[in-house]
């Protein structure tokens, strides 16, 4: 159950690093907010699910699969949110060719 | 299994530190909401797992499931407000 748990957690801290190379290294905000909003839920989910799967099946196993759930509802909620004002307040994405 | 937890409390702030980059830097104010946005996902995670480390996870869990809730309501609230404001960020 431990070696599971840290499966888990190793996992998520990949995607967590991917994530936030893309917060780095992107020129733009809309694909800044792509790479973070992928890999941002499902890097936190996988370390949540980790922890959950460490503390073992007790009551605090079912509150962190609350916040699990309630992180990978509302993060795709808030990215997009962003995004369409970013969008509608005259942002448009760059391409290669008007660079 | 303490120094694991410990190494990737760790890891999880230095990556908080490259979103604090973000915030400080971002061309526009929404680069600013995105990374608080990955800061306060990081959070949350740091929440737990600082629960986990202590052994009191059942305090910490409804910390960050609050915490979880006003960042909801926090982004939602400057993703209207720029919304309506139009295209004059900085």
Known sequence: MTWLAIFLIVLGLFFLVVGSIGMLRLPDVFSRAHALSLTDSLGAVLVLAGLAVYEGFNMNFLRILVVLVLIYLLNPVISHATIRAAYRSGLRPTDKESK | ?90
């Open chain 2, 1 to 90: 299994m303490n120094t694991f937890f410990f190494v990737v409390l760790t890891i999880i702030t230095v990556l908080m530190l490259v979103y604090f980059y973000r915030v400080v830097r971002g061309p526009s104010v929404f680069d600013r909401v995105l990374g608080l946005n990955g800061i306060s996902t990081k959070a949350i995670v740091l929440l737990v797992l600082i629960g986990t480390m202590f052994e009191r996870v059942d305090m910490f869990v409804d910390i960050s499931t609050g915490y979880a809730l006003l960042n909801l309501v926090g982004a939602l609230a400057i993703a209207k407000f720029l919304e309506e404001r139009g295209a004059s960020s900085e």
